[in-house]
Structures are given as structure tokens and as C-alpha cells.
């Protein structure tokens, strides 16, 4: 058969190449993806029970708030921070929800306006001290969230009001046969995963993460990016603490305990590196959604709570010891393929 040839046009050019990258794409190339699918797996054949349509209509909602949550902490963790406010934040949002509806005759939009501007004002003051004033992530945000609860114990006091009925009906209701939850958060991951990736303001801010000096070196304002991404993941922790409140219809004062290491695990587990730069919002989502499944597998055998955390620490561990060997294995193919090419 005669190569192509512009003397010989009537004879196609060979795609079967271009044929085969392009089926290659449609396979997820992030590990969580097949990492959910085995979970599921194994999930049926120990515990049938947990993927049955009741177990999986149950987990789906609280797997959709760990994905809000997990959102904003892999946009602090893509500019290498920490944010350990996940559960102040979280629990002020749904307490102040509540408590501002009841004194208010049950009004629900200003109520949520009103927790999402204190959301804006703390994610503010998280990037001013980390951004500005060079304090540790991990001290800044450890402080900012022993305030918060503070604030919610002070401002419920000690007593939660119900929340307004229309978030709750929001929270529990469905279309087409999905959760509204889930619907909120394919949205959240959907919008911010384009605007990282699609937008001038997103490659930006994952220049930020990958190297500061190359940023600043690039005329890139580092600490606006790092503001950004305090004050974007406490609007996530507040949307998820809104919406948990509505889910549980009555929300207390430890209502955000829960979601601290899940979302710094979804973050890990779904590919982001905890040295910043480029993160995987999607896959956050996926790890999610594993985590949550997790979860039910373990309390549906009957595990302790202890059981629970010990396994999600694990997870944490293994996927950030393996993300160090794939950086390692890709610096040393680097530096092979250098030294072959140096003369």
C-alpha cells in the first residue's frame, strides 16, 4: 500500500493512531476512579446490603457535602495550604441558617446571604493572616476555627432552632430520582473545575501553587490568589454546612466535626498533591464519594466509630506515600532521559 502523498491524494493518511489516543481518553487516567468501582465491588459481594437502592439513595447526599467541602480545601491545598476551619465554618453556617430564620420569621434567603457574606468576611481574614502576615496555614486556620465554633455556641445558645422549612424540603427531595444535594454538588465541582482550568484566572492561580517564584516572576499576584482561595473554600464549607443542616433538619453544635479529615483525605485521594500547584477537582468529588461508601461498608458491618478514623488516616497515608513514588519514578525517567541527551 502507497504511503500519502500530495502526488497521490485519493489514498487516506493512517489515523488508526489518532483512533486509539482518542479512545484512550474517554479511560479516566486517575486511580480513585477505578479505586470507587473496586470499592463497590467488594462492597457487594461483604455487605450486599450497602449497594442496595436505599443504602446508596442514603449515602449518595452526605458523599455530595463531603464533595462541597472537599472543593475548597483542594483550592487552599492547591496553594499550599491547610485549612483546619472545615468544621467551625461549617457548623456556624447551619446553626446561623437556623437561628437567623427562626428570629426572622422563617425568612430563608436573607439567611443564607447573611451566613455566605460571613463566610466571604472569614475566608477573608484566613488568607489575610496566612497571605499577608506569613502565619502557618496550619496555625491560622486551627484559631480561626476554635472562633467559629465559639461564635455558634454563643449565637444558638446552646439551643439549635429547626431549620426553615424550605431548606429542609430543599435538602430531602429529589429529581428525576436524584438527590438535590448531589445535583448542588455535581454544579460546585462542575463550575470550579472550569473556571481552574478553563479560564485565565484559574492558570494563573495554579501558577501560584506549582512555584511562587515563577508566579511572582510572571507579574502573578500571589497573594491575591492565596486570598481567593481562603475566601472561595469558606463559601464551600458554608454551602455545605447550609445544606447538612437542611438534610438533618435540626443541626447541633458538633454537626461539622466529622467532615475535617474526610475533606483533606478527598483532597489526597483524589489526586491533588499536598505540595500545591495543579489539583484534581473532579477527582476530589470521585474520592468523595469513595470515602463516603467507606464508610457505610464499615459501620454496616459493625465497626466502632474508631475503626473509621483509623482506616481513613490509612487511606491518607497510602495515597500520599504514593503520589511521592510516581513524583519520584517521573523525576528519575527525567533525569534519565536528560542525561542520554547531554552529550
Known amino acids: 500500500m502507497s504511503e500519502p502523498s500530495a502526488a497521490n491524494p485519493t489514498v487516506p493518511p493512517d489515523t488508526t493512531g489518532n483512533r486509539q489516543r482518542r479512545r484512550v481518553r474517554w479511560f479516566p487516567r486517575s486511580s480513585v476512579w477505578y479505586a470507587t468501582i473496586l470499592l463497590f ?7 450486599p446490603g450497602s449497594v442496595d437502592s436505599v ?34 465554618m461549617m457548623t456556624l453556617a447551619g446553626l446561623g441558617v437556623s437561628e437567623y430564620a427562626a428570629a426572622h420569621g422563617g425568612k430563608l434567603l436573607p439567611a443564607v446571604l447573611v451566613v455566605l457574606a460571613v463566610a466571604l468576611l472569614v475566608g477573608l481574614v484566613n488568607g489575610l493572616v496566612v497571605g499577608f502576615l506569613t502565619v502557618t496555614p496550619l496555625v491560622a486556620t486551627l484559631a480561626m476555627n476554635a472562633i467559629l465554633i ?12 429547626r431549620t426553615p422549612k424550605g431548606l429542609s424540603t430543599f435538602a430531602n427531595d429529589k429529581t428525576l430520582g436524584i438527590s438535590h444535594v448531589v445535583w448542588l454538588a455535581l454544579a460546585f465541582v462542575i463550575v470550579v473545575a472550569l473556571v481552574v482550568s478553563r479560564t485565565v484566572w484559574g492558570r494563573r492561580f495554579v501558577s501560584v501553587g506549582a512555584s511562587v517564584q515563577a508566579a511572582r516572576a510572571a507579574g502573578v499576584r ?13 463559601v464551600c464549607y458554608a454551602v455545605a454546612g447550609i445544606v447538612l443542616a437542611g438534610y438533618l433538619s435540626t443541626p447541633n453544635i458538633s454537626m461539622g466535626e466529622s467532615y475535617l479529615l474526610p475533606s483533606v483525605a478527598a483532597v489526597v485521594v483524589g489526586g491533588t498533591a499536598l505540595t500545591g500547584g495543579r489539583g484534581n477537582i473532579v477527582g476530589t468529588a470521585v ?4 470515602l463516603t461508601q467507606l464508610t457505610q461498608l464499615v459501620l454496616s458491618m459493625g465497626a ?3 475503626t473509621q478514623l483509623v482506616i481513613q488516616s490509612a487511606v491518607i497515608a497510602i495515597a500520599a506515600a504514593l503520589q ?10 527525567l533525569r534519565r532521559r536528560t542525561a542520554r541527551t547531554v552529550p
Not at 500571589?222 to 469558606?234: I, T
Open 41 to 47: 465491588l467488594v462492597s457487594a459481594v461483604i455487605e
Open 55 to 88: 443504602s446508596i439513595n442514603a449515602m449518595l447526599p452526605f458523599a455530595g457535602i463531603l464533595a462541597i467541602a472537599a472543593v475548597g480545601q483542594t483550592l487552599v491545598i492547591m496553594q499550599r495550604g491547610i485549612d483546619l476551619s472545615v468544621p467551625g
Open 150 to 161: 465559639g461564635a455558634a455556641i454563643s449565637y444558638s445558645g446552646g439551643t439549635p432552632s
Open 222 to 234: 500571589v497573594e491575591l490568589a492565596r486570598l481567593c482561595a481562603y475566601m472561595a473554600a469558606a
Open 287 to 290: 474520592a468523595a464519594v469513595f
Open 304 to 306: 466502632p466509630t474508631s
Open 324 to 333: 511521592v513514588s510516581d513524583r519520584e519514578a517521573i523525576l528519575g525517567l
